[in-house]
């Protein structure tokens, strides 16, 4: 199978591109999103692996003028993990999206799921458990009940989800939801840390928001050992 890579980064390209050929990928490279482009549209592959923010026309560039003559699964990379961009580029047809820094044998399970599949998952919902987050129809739900969420608890719960077993300390969530410089002097993060966990979890008897004392919060399901 052939997969053409995206990616101005030498070493990253590199990186990534010997662990394809290591399991038996034959693999192209373009280095700015005008080469990307044609060999996209000019080529025969099987996947493509393109970053965001690329040389000459970007990523979201690139993937609209595929997606209007080609169908083959297309993963989006980038070291942005706003929910916008997320939405933006699964709206305009990307099937995964995977943030910088990753692990590359989790880069490599998404790209053999992909092809295993011959095509995609509805990677616009996102589940645990009871609790359901539809990022194209802004709408949440748990146990099919409608949950009332501002634009911020949206954003904040879509990266707990995303992210969903992870340990997300208080900077993380600064930056990545209020795109600021975490104060440790100050509490906007716990404070929404809790009006979100009133909305998602208060009224439900299963708890997903966890807090790790001295690390910050995590999002997962836990078994509750009642004996």
Known sequence: MRILTVEDEPKFAEHVMQALVEIGFVVDLARDGIVGK???????????????????????????????????????????????????????GADDYVVKPFALPELLARVQALLRRGHVQDLT???????QLDLVRHRATRSGRRLDLSAQDFKLLALFLHRQGQVLSRTILAEQVWDINFDCDSNVVDVAVRRLRQKIDDPFPVKLLHTVRGAGYVMETRIIDSG
């Open 38 to 92: 044609h060999m996209a549209l000019e080529g025969s592959y099987d996947l493509m692996l393109l970053d965001v923010m690329l040389p000459g026309i970007d990523g979201f560039g690139v993937l609209q003028a595929v997606r209007e003559k080609k169908d083959f699964p297309i993963i989006l990379l980038t070291a942005r993990d706003t929910v916008e961009d997320r939405v933006k580029g699964l709206q305009m």
């Open 125 to 131: 919902v996102m589940q645990l458990g009871d609790l």
